[in-house]
């Protein structure tokens, strides 16, 4: 088991080496994909309705969290995320391989939105928020050939992390802990593109996240690598949507503070 284990791992980290020797010409390989979401081209109107299915908006005063790694170049365009913000009412949107053209995003929906790229790459992770955010800033996390950062920032009395972790399977949850240990509140959340497979351990963090596959390794192994932990909060109605243009599954979920969630299942009692 171990040595098939070792194997599958060593494709993911195959994969990444060649999936970044094709940035630079913008190129990708030929991918099983997820359906694709049917998104109109048109430009997005701030008012205007999407055509896409509406999501019921969240009770009280949780908050709906999508995570969605975007393909750099070749994936999910600005306008493809401001749609998809608007018709699942979305309030923070934590993005990974997000390029320049992603921070367009406040005039599309509003809002408030912070990208840092990776050293020497053309994407890197971003936060976007709907009603402000509060000292963003990028935690450098140990690395080996890329390096990498977890963006950070607080929102609506809650620390954000947004993680783009290493293949390695021991060097990824190094990061984790990393990115974990550095949120200073009560509620925390830690979300994004794990790159992880199996479990993990985050002392004082549960993971909430949609329990199936987010993304094909090799364009032909299913494995739920997207991913979202969570401190003092308790997480509600997770999904993962179709990928749209990218070869990720953008996965969304609702959160509450942890004493408002128990409030509310004794209310519903």
């Known amino acids: 088991m171990f040595d098939a284990f070792t194997s599958f791992t060593g494709s993911l980290r195959r994969q990444v080496t060649l999936d970044e020797s094709r940035e630079a010409d913008g190129s990708v390989g030929k991918l099983r994909r997820f359906p694709a979401l049917k998104l109109s081209r048109r430009p997005i109107m701030r008012k205007a309705a999407s055509s896409a299915p509406v999501a ?29 913000i608007e018709a699942q009412g979305v309030d923070v949107a934590l993005l990974q391989e997000a390029t320049a053209e992603i921070e367009a995003l406040p005039s599309l929906v509003g809002g408030a ?9 053309i994407h890197g992770p971003a936060i976007w928020a709907r009603h402000g955010m509060a000292r963003p800033r990028r935690v450098p996390l140990e ?53 992880m ?18 993304h094909y390794a090799n364009g032909l192994v299913p494995v739920r690598i997207d991913r979202c932990f969570v401190r003092g909060l308790v997480g509600r109605h997770a999904r993962a949507l179709d990928r749209g243009r990218s070869d990720h599954r953008p996965i969304v979920l609702d959160l509450f503070a942890a004493s408002e969630s128990s409030q509310r299942s004794r209310a519903a009692a």
Do not use: K, Y
């Not at 939105?113 to 790459?121: E, K, S």
């Not at 929102?155 to 021991?170: D, E, M, P, R, W």
């Open 197 to 214: 497979v199996g479990p993990l351990r985050l002392p004082g963090f549960r993971e909430v996240g949609p329990r199936e596959p987010t």
């Open 56 to 84: 019921p908006p969240i009770p009280g005063p949780g908050l709906r969290v999508l995570s969605w790694n975007l393909l750099r170049r070749v994936g999910a365009t600005c306008e493809d995320v401001a749609r998809l």
């Open 143 to 195: 690395s080996r050939t890329v390096r990498r950062h977890a963006l950070v920032a607080e929102i609506a009395g809650t620390s954000f992390a947004c993680v783009h972790l290493s293949h390695g399977q021991l060097m990824c949850r190094r990061q984790a802990r990393e990115a974990s240990e550095a949120l200073a509140t009560v509620a925390a959340v830690v979300a994004g593109d794990f790159n």
């Open 113 to 121: 939105f912070v990208r840092h790229a990776l050293p020497g790459r």
